[in-house]
C-alpha cells in the first residue's frame, strides 16, 4: 500500500519561495507517476504539476516558470520548489500516486482511489 507524507507547507509574503516535500512509501508502482495537486477553499481540486517515470513533467500554465517539480530516488522524496509565490497560489497542497495513467494533470484528481497525502498548507499573503 502506498502512503505519501507531505511537509514544508508554511506562510509567506509574496513573491516568496517554498519548497514541498512529499515521502513516498509502499508499491514500488508509485514510481510510475507522482505529483501534486491543490485546492484552495471554495474552489475544484487543480492539478499543478507531475513527473512520470521517464522523466516526463507536466506544469498547470498558471505555475509554469515558477514551480519546479523534482525527485530524489534514492530518498523516495517527491518536491515542489516554489518560487515567487502569489496570493492566489494559496492552498492545501497534496502529492498523490496515480496508479494507471500519468499523461495530464487531470490524472492526479481523477481517480479517488488513488494514493495521495493529507496535505501541507501553503498561505501567501500580498
Known amino acids: 500500500q502506498v502512503q505519501l507524507v507531505e511537509s514544508g507547507g508554511g506562510s509567506v509574503q509574496a513573491g516568496g519561495s517554498l519548497r514541498l516535500s512529499c515521502v513516498v512509501s509502499g508499491s514500488t508502482n508509485s514510481r510510475f507517476c507522482v505529483g501534486w495537486f491543490r485546492q484552495a477553499p471554495g474552489k475544484e481540486r487543480e492539478g499543478v504539476a507531475l513527473i512520470r517515470s521517464d522523466d516526463l513533467r507536466r506544469y498547470a500554465d498558471s505555475v509554469k516558470g515558477r514551480f519546479t517539480i523534482s525527485r530524489d530516488g534514492a530518498k523516495n522524496t517527491l518536491y515542489l520548489q516554489m518560487n515567487n509565490l502569489k496570493p492566489e497560489d494559496t492552498a492545501m497542497y497534496y502529492c498523490?500516486?496515480?496508479?494507471?495513467?500519468?499523461?495530464?494533470?487531470?490524472?492526479?484528481?481523477?481517480?479517488?482511489?488513488?494514493?495521495r497525502g493529507q496535505g501541507t498548507l501553503v498561505n501567501v499573503s500580498s
Open positions: 498523490a500516486a496515480p496508479q494507471r495513467y500519468c499523461y495530464v494533470l487531470a490524472n492526479l484528481v481523477t481517480n479517488p482511489l488513488d494514493p
